[in-house]
């Protein structure tokens, strides 16, 4: 009888005792693992060998090893986990899935199993099973991880107890450590830990994103978190992306005491001697952030621009924000801001402006002086240098050329400020040659009163020594041509020379003028003088 040689190998044999109780043949291309944590997966029982064959020794390669088991070990978890626990980002509660202390046992197997746990990276990333303290399930695919607040190999931290206590309330997750193994070199490497701000402050933002994290006002426990926000180095490599994550986070007080996020809007610290009236106007116009000088960023950073916020002088603020929108500002508001740079801002401002260096108090004193910030009688925002003094009589004689100031800037203090920033305070020569013109032509209401209002302003003026400036040779070379000064109609007196006669007639309102040029004018105590010369 022909005795068969004992098989090199068990493949092909039906020698395989799985935990399912059957015996199989051995496969070489569906081997099964040889573990220890069969009872886990009770829908998979045929893909292991059963626990009392495990005492045996035996060849490792006839079973799944690190290298070949990566297939099996996917089809394993896939019989056993609910198909809501696979996805790139999965947050469920895990009492929804997972009866009893099974998770606490799947845990035991992925940190002892050699198998398991060598591809537990992968498994974490594909399967939610990051159980936290509050029962739910994470993924490390998901962008909201864990926060860990201990490991077993570490001591405690009492210095971040209260900072624990404050994320709790905001809704972070803390990972179960009773039930996975924080140490595990994955977990700990992907999930944030207390002691490190900056991964912290990323988890804040992810959470943020979820929950819309907010604060009151006053409320103690952003003051605990901002101080311990505060240990990360902003202004190194890393400490550059966790400026870009804290400004997404309303940790930050605006001028208007509330707490916002900086985002990538402009941010800048609102200067001292500021006026605030209407700047919730302009603001939105400008989409800028401005921050209250002594606001929660100070207890972050020394410097306002470790966190790409600038600080701007108060010149700055109202040249390149507060003017270009002095029109949305409601009247009251414009008057506060007038009030608040006579009596605060000017003078100091002004007498900066002649130094050196001093650019932007040359540019507030300029732009002053140029922006439409009162409103005349025809409701239409005008400069200051388009008013005029009401208490110089040429310049009220002729209100549609030169605007009449409001009655609630009409007082000393207004107008000596004013005058400083382009008041007309007085006709220069230009006004006055016009105004001649208009008179010359008749086209003023009251001739006879405005010519010798006329008459009266360059006469005193010319007289007046201490009048500055004095008018040019130009000026008066043009105005001595012009017929504007009102005389007595000689014509009907037959023994003056036609010389001397007034140079122009006209007729307003069926009353006939008189007009003569300055030069062929003579004050009425020496008339008599000249016609009898004459």
Not at 327 to 346: G, N, T, V, W
Request: charged share 25%; aromatic share 10%; proline share 5%.
């Amino acid at each position: 009888e022909k005795q068969m040689e004992f098989p090199s190998s068990p493949f092909g044999c039906p020698l395989l005792l799985t935990a399912d109780s059957m015996l199989r043949v051995f496969d070489e291309k569906s081997k099964v693992f040889a573990s220890e944590y069969s009872e886990n997966f009770q829908s998979s029982l045929e893909k292991f060998l059963r626990h009392d064959m495990l005492e045996l020794n035996y060849v490792k390669s006839y079973f799944l090893t690190t290298e070949d088991s990566k297939e099996a070990l996917c089809s394993v978890l896939n019989d056993e986990m609910p198909e809501e626990l696979c996805g790139c980002e999965v947050v469920v509660q895990a009492n929804q899935y997972f009866v009893g202390d099974w998770l606490k046992k799947l845990w035991d197997c992925l940190r002892n199993d050699p198998i398991f746990c060598h591809h537990l990276p992968f498994i974490l990333e594909n399967w939610a099973l990051l159980l936290t303290e509050e029962n739910e399930l994470y993924s490390l695919k998901s962008s909201l991880l864990p926060l860990i607040s201990v490991l077993r190999s570490e001591s405690t931290y009492p210095q971040y107890s209260a900072v624990i206590e404050v994320l709790k309330r905001l809704g972070m997750p803390f990972l179960n450590q009773a039930v996975v193994e924080a140490d595990q070199e994955c977990v700990k490497g992907k999930c944030p830990h207390i002691t490190s701000c900056h991964e912290t402050l990323l988890n804040l933002v992810h959470l943020h994103t979820k929950i819309d994290i907010s604060f009151k006002q006053g409320d103690p426990s952003l003051d605990t978190l901002i101080g311990y926000l505060s240990e990360i180095h902003f202004r190194s490599c890393e400490g550059h992306q966790s400026v870009t994550r804290i400004r997404q986070l309303p940790f930050f007080e605006d001028v208007n005491g509330q707490l916002t996020a900086l985002g990538d809007k402009k941010t800048f610290v609102w200067p001292y001697n500021v006026d605030d009236s209407g700047h919730d106007r302009w603001m939105k116009t400008e989409n800028v952030i401005f921050l209250k000088m002594q606001g929660s960023w100070k207890k972050l950073v020394s410097s306002p621009s470790d966190l790409r916020v600038e600080e701007l002088s108060s010149e700055d603020v109202y040249v390149k924000f507060i003017f270009p929108h002095f029109k949305l500002l409601s009247k009251e508001e414009r008057y506060k801001q007038l009030q608040h740079i006579r009596d605060i801002l000017f003078s100091p401002i002004k007498a900066r402006s002649g130094m050196i260096g001093e650019s932007s108090a040359r540019n507030f004193v300029n732009a002053l002086k140029n922006v439409p910030c009162i409103e005349g009688d025809d409701a239409i925002l005008r400069p200051v240098s388009d008013f005029c003094n009401p208490k110089d009589l040429v310049l009220k004689a002729f209100p549609h050329y030169f605007h009449k100031l409001p009655n609630d800037f009409i007082y000393v203090g207004w107008i000596k400020f004013f005058s400083k920033i382009g008041l007309k305070k007085f006709p220069t020569e230009r006004d006055l040659l016009m105004l001649c013109r208009d008179v010359a032509d008749g086209k003023v209401n009251d001739l006879r009163a405005t010519s010798s209002l006329l008459l009266d302003n360059i006469l005193n003026r010319l007289t007046d020594k201490q009048f500055s400036p004095e008018f040019s040779n130009y000026f008066l070379s043009k105005v001595s041509e012009i017929s504007f000064v009102l005389a007595a109609d000689l014509s009907h007196l037959t023994w003056v020379l036609p010389a001397a006669s007034p140079s122009k007639h006209i007729s307003i309102d069926g009353e006939q003028f008189a007009l003569t040029k300055l030069h062929g004018a003579a004050t009425a105590c020496h008339s008599s003088l000249l016609w009898t010369v004459r």
